[in-house]
């Protein structure tokens, strides 16, 4: 039977964890730190937990370089969940800065309440969504389920400039649609399914000069940690923890504080009634989140201790922090897709060179014309050599390699030289 | 430092599990099976995930005796997650009942909206409440929130009955104020923070002889898998797993088969919107999640694995299932209760004895007259001896001694005879 050092595991999420951080945490799930109690056991409302806690969201803090003006929750429900919450948490925001600028220009609640409802009615309540890949469609579909398609524009959609009407392209942001002033806009940054990952930070959604600049939202459930991102851009970036941080069970948010209270409470459910608008649960409220520093409800102190000892990890690993890890995920990357490349042949990658993902690396096999029976050899064969979770998403099939941060550069090493191998043998 | 086997933890959740389902998954964290790859590594959707969860499902329905006619949901977000999740999807099972009702009647599409419309603004629509304990009020008041509370209609308080507006007694059920014809009637079987349990099924709330019978709601997160229930009663059961079952991270449903598809699909959401009631996120609908095995989004394997060993040792202890840990349990809380009634001035039960929780012991220590000095005094001298997490809920004070079913008999014992030893000391 192989042992965890034979084995290189590729799965999409939940992925690979460090060996050292799972045996840490194996030790401490049957007794933490000499207390004879494991970590799943001591109160989400012990010192010993929110010490944990409030370790974890510092070290996130310090290894992304988040400022002092954003909150970083731990949230349950994972990053389908979050397609959720900021639907509800972002209209309720865009109604209580309505409400407040109407009471500022002096209007009292009746009219108040008439010139929203007037507002929502003529739709100038608008969701933006830049669609590239299966993940943020889901997110898209949502928001149209929870808020009313009427309420949801949708900027841009990849398949549109695909001619086989697949993912795989990003649209050139000269074609976006976006609203005039869209109570968020939302977008993925890295697609795990189609592995199409945002090169940079994109120009249109850019602050301007004065500081403002459109309420942006984004899914980075697969690439976070792995690269340095402009978190002041951003109002919100939300990511399971199951691929880059951690195991299943505990979801991150990081928010730009100026959406809480006291800047910004949400709205009273009869004002969000009285103006047809969707009242979530109360565990996705981040108002409620923030409020109980994580702990509104027994949140799973297990998974963000193996959360905090990879970034404990990462951080003892990369003075530079994030810069570090960006350098050898970049160098993997490159490894696997110059393998790939140098079998025009044999290998067919998924997405355009321009927005190729770091992390999920999808292609198909196309030697000897019969795709299917050449990406069954070539699991087979690979899965030989103990490398494994090669597999693509069954809902677009082929191989995708998921190059997270926990695959070391001996894996990538592995995998590249398979690659080739494959396609002489 | 003290070891597993030295200390009690009668904290009431994240519960203490049995020493051995924690080594097995220890290990299994580690390397699941010889496979080279963790337990919490390997993919949600690969066969090993699916036999463990089918393998849960199957032992929990054999252990609790769950008819055929009920599905078993793993979902995530905690009974506080399901606050929410019975109020999204029950108010619209009722909706989807009134359509299949008026349809069989002959009604076009744009009488039945009308009419449902009527139905609604005439406060036809409610949802019943039994408050009982802190966590049926947030059950009750998260109701109101998401419906608003003209459709919620508090069955009984029972504050009310008592002189100190405490929680601590079940009001007599004659006096219980239920709906004509309720959209549910719901309930928490055991209140963990007040210690007041139901000590059998509401009369009130039974089936008519001819099997009809009001739709029953209730909240088991502290006392499932206790005592026997009859299922066949309850349209619908939930809890969390980190009390009873195993590690926080997963939330059981067990939800009788005709709230589902095919009989009673949930409305669409242009309908809901046009009723003006709220919509739920699809992380919360027991339609998605039932259709897709509780995996329509990452679902920690890891726990539902936990669950399931906890549920392989219930069945291998016990030849009579759930009945044969109902006496264990019942032997137990005797023990505790009956040395705490020994010493009438040293302790003050606070629940009522038609109503004292089996799982969750709270009391008062009076000894002396000054409460926070003797309660101080209990709890270090029970530390001192080993016995922990005795500290009363935030809200409530006082002393709680969780006695769940990884709590062994002899640590009950022990915990009687330091009950008995303060007394005198």
């Given at each position: 039977m192989p042992s965890r050092s034979d084995i290189t595991y590729f799965g999409a999420g939940p992925a690979a964890l460090p060996t050292d951080v799972l045996e840490t945490a194996s030790q401490a799930l049957v007794d933490f730190q000499g207390t004879g109690l494991g970590i799943a056991e001591h109160?989400?409302?012990s010192a010993i937990a929110t010490k944990i806690l409030d370790e974890a969201k510092a070290d996130l803090a310090s290894y992304l370089d988040v400022p002092e003006d954003y909150d970083i929750l731990f949230m349950q429900g994972g990053g389908t969940g979050q397609f959720s919450s900021v639907v509800y948490n972002l209209v309720g925001a865009w109604v209580t800065r309505k409400q407040q600028e109407a009471e500022k220009a002096g209007a009292d609640e009746a009219k108040v309440e008439a010139d929203l409802k007037k507002q929502v009615d003529e739709r100038e309540l608008q969701l933006d969504y830049i669609v590239t890949g299966g993940w943020s469609l889901k997110a898209y579909q949502e928001a149209c389920r929870l808020?009313?398609?009427?309420?949801?524009?949708?900027?841009?959609?990849?398949?549109?400039?695909?001619p086989d009407k697949k993912f795989g392209k990003i649209p050139e942001e000269s074609t976006w649609n976006l609203s005039k002033s869209p109570a968020m806009v939302y977008y993925c940054d890295n697609e795990t399914v189609d592995g199409?990952?945002?090169?940079?930070?994109p120009q249109a959604l850019a602050p301007k000069a004065d500081g403002t600049g459109p309420i942006v939202v984004a899914d980075m459930s697969s690439n976070i940690l792995s690269r340095r991102i402009p978190v002041k851009n951003f109002s919100l970036i939300f990511f399971g923890a199951?691929?880059?941080?951690?195991?299943?069970g505990v979801t991150v948010v990081i928010v730009k504080k100026s959406l809480l209270p006291p800047v910004c409470p949400q709205p009273s459910p009869n004002l969000l009634r009285k103006l047809g608008l969707p009242i979530g649960p109360i565990v996705l409220s981040y108002e409620t989140i923030a409020k109980n520093n994580s702990l509104y409800n027994t949140l799973s102190i297990f998974d963000v201790y193996i959360a905090g000892l990879v970034l404990k990890k990462l951080l003892a690993t990369f003075p530079d922090k994030v810069d570090g890890q960006e350098a050898v995920a970049d160098k993997k990357a490159k490894l696997i897709y110059e393998a790939l490349e140098s079998q025009p042949d044999v290998y067919q990658i998924v997405p355009a060179p321009a927005c190729r993902s770091r992390m999920n690396i999808c292609f198909r096999v196309i030697k000897g014309g019969n795709m299917d029976a050449a990406e069954k050899s070539f699991l087979e064969k690979s899965k030989q050599q103990n490398l494994e979770g090669l597999k693509g998403h069954r809902s677009v099939g082929g191989i995708r390699a998921s190059n997270y941060n926990a695959i070391p550069l001996e894996g990538a090493e592995k995998l590249a030289t398979f690659i080739k191998q494959f396609a002489k043998g």
């Open positions: 109160s989400h409302r808020l009313g398609p009427e309420h949801v524009n949708l900027v841009a959609d990849a398949r549109k400039i695909n199409v990952e945002f090169p940079k930070f199951q691929k880059n941080l951690g195991s299943t």
